[in-house]
Nanobody, 121 residues
Framework: QVQLVESGGGLVQPGGSLRLSCVAS????????MGWFRQAPGKEREFVST????????YYADSVKGRFTISRDNAKNTVYLQMNNLKPEDTALYYC??????????????WGQGTQVTVSS
C-alpha cells in the first residue's frame, strides 16, 4: 500500500499559478499510475489529470486542459500538478491518488489527505 502526502495548495488570485506536489512512500512508486482529483464543497470528487507509470502519457479533464500540467519524477517518488491561469471554479480540495490504469480513474484506490486550493480575489 502506498502512502501519499500532498503539498503546495494555498490562496491565489484568478489568473495566478500554483504547483502541487505529492510524495509517495511505502511501495515502488514506478509501479503505479498517478493522478490528481478534486472535490469542491457540495460536489462529488472529480477527475483532474492522470499520468502513466513511465510518465510518457497524460490525461486531462476538459475543464483543465491547456492550463494544468501533470508530471512525475520516479527518482524522487513525486508527482506534480502545475496549475496556470487559475479560475474561481478551480477552488477545491485536491487529492493525489495512485492506481493501476491512467486512462481509467476508477482504478485509483489509494488517496492522500488533500491540499486546499482557493482561487479568489
Amino acid at each position: 500500500q502506498v502512502q501519499l502526502v500532498e503539498s503546495g495548495g494555498g490562496l491565489v488570485q484568478p489568473g495566478g499559478s500554483l504547483r502541487l506536489s505529492c510524495v509517495a512512500s511505502g511501495s515502488t512508486f514506478s509501479n503505479y499510475a498517478m493522478g490528481w482529483f478534486r472535490q469542491a464543497p457540495g460536489k462529488e470528487r472529480e477527475f483532474v489529470s492522470t499520468i502513466t507509470r513511465s510518465g510518457s502519457t497524460t490525461y486531462y479533464a476538459d475543464s483543465v486542459k491547456g492550463r494544468f500540467t501533470i508530471s512525475r519524477d520516479n527518482a524522487k517518488n513525486t508527482v506534480y500538478l502545475q496549475m496556470n491561469n487559475l479560475k474561481p471554479e478551480d477552488t477545491a480540495l485536491y487529492y493525489c491518488a495512485s492506481g493501476k490504469l491512467a486512462p481509467i480513474p476508477s482504478t485509483f484506490t489509494s488517496w492522500g489527505q488533500g491540499t486546499q486550493v482557493t482561487v479568489s480575489s
